[in-house]
């Protein structure tokens, strides 16, 4: 017998690997998770009580366009909710754009430690992924022009970066796009713009209003703190937003995450406490941990990339130290920086202990 066989390219990909959330080891000791930049004040309690409201009426199917919630991103950022597009997190939509724009034969960019779901979405629809080297881990906009290519259909530019920290200024943002062929897709994909404290930083929303090649997506697992609830949403031109809508799933976004990221979206003063939180620690843990000797790289969101002297294998220790006391941080062995570590702010008890099991480990290396 033979066994179905699957389409060139799907073999070729990595399985995306989350981080990681604990041991089942029945261990009942708490787990400090600073694996996966998930906020760290958790939701608004008016998301949770509209999330409880809302699960009484799961018999029903959610209203396919999500229209409760595109009209409050719209109201809250001042967009046209007919050009918005809501999804099961914004991964849907980085893994629907390539589907809608690329294929075999064509090449879909992004740089060097972009997002490790590029180049799944990419090698999915059997187009092949292409990188371009970073400046001191920074999206370096004249290395991606480079390599721009006939082929090119799609640039992705995670702004700020996962796992790096960093990001580029609106100017050179703007520069990239006004390098690229018109027929070119530019995704921005600004999923911790809520987080960027910065005069020179845009999402990208000036870009999508200008032409008609620009999207700008963005997400509720962020510092809303849904993640588990998978919502994101993107702004487009109506002729994109008009494609995605053909393609995505009828009924993709839950009736629990409509009702809950709607009030998340309206909880100002809790989003104004979360960005107070990181404000604070942010610059606290960055300094501690270069007094511990650490590199650690700029950072302008809610986590660091913390390198060691050592190497990978001084990462990999310290990692697993970690786990012994029950933290869980991020290696970052598949995004080609095994010598880091991502460590995403907790509260304050949390980042404590890290401190502390940090400041043991370097002790005794």
Known sequence: ?????????????????????????????????????????????????????????????????????????????????????????????????????????????????????????????????????????????????????????????????????????????????????????????????????????????ELVDAGENTVMTRTFSKIYALAGLRIGWLYGPPAIVDVLNRIRSPFNVSSVAIAAATAAIDDHEHVAQALEHNRLWLPRLTQSLRGMGLTVHPSVVNFLLVQFPGGSDQAKAAEEYLAARRIYVRNLVAYGLPDCLRINLGLDHEMAALIDAIGDFMENV
Not at 29 to 38: A, G, H, Q
Not at 51 to 73: C, H, K, S, W
Not at 127 to 132: E, G, I
């Open 1 to 205: 017998m033979t066994a179905p066989t699957p389409r060139p390219g799907i073999m070729e990909i990595k399985p995306y690997v989350p981080g990681k959330s604990g041991p089942a080891d029945g261990d009942d000791r708490p787990v400090i998770k600073l694996s996966s930049n998930e906020s760290a004040l958790g939701p608004s309690p008016k998301a949770v009580a509209a999330a409880q409201a809302a699960a009484e009426t799961i018999v029903r199917y959610p209203d396919g366009a999500a229209t409760v919630l595109r009209e409050a991103i719209g109201a809250h950022h001042g967009l046209d909710p007919a050009q918005i597009i809501c999804s099961a997190g914004s991964d849907e939509l980085l893994e629907l754009i390539p589907k809608a724009y690329a294929g075999p034969g064509d090449e879909v960019l992004y740089s060097q430690y972009g997002f490790a779901l590029y180049p799944i979405a990419t090698r999915a629809v059997g187009a092949t992924p292409v990188t371009a080297p970073e400046t001191d881990y920074h999206t370096d906009v004249d290395a991606m022009l480079e390599r721009v290519s006939e082929n090119t259909k799609i640039v992705f530019l995670a702004n700020p970066n996962n796992p790096t920290g960093s990001y580029i200024g609106r100017d050179e943002v703007h520069r990239l796009r006004a390098g690229l062929p018109d027929d070119v897709l530019l995704v921005l994909d600004s999923a911790y713009a809520e987080f960027v404290d910065r005069d020179d930083y845009s999402a990208g929303r």
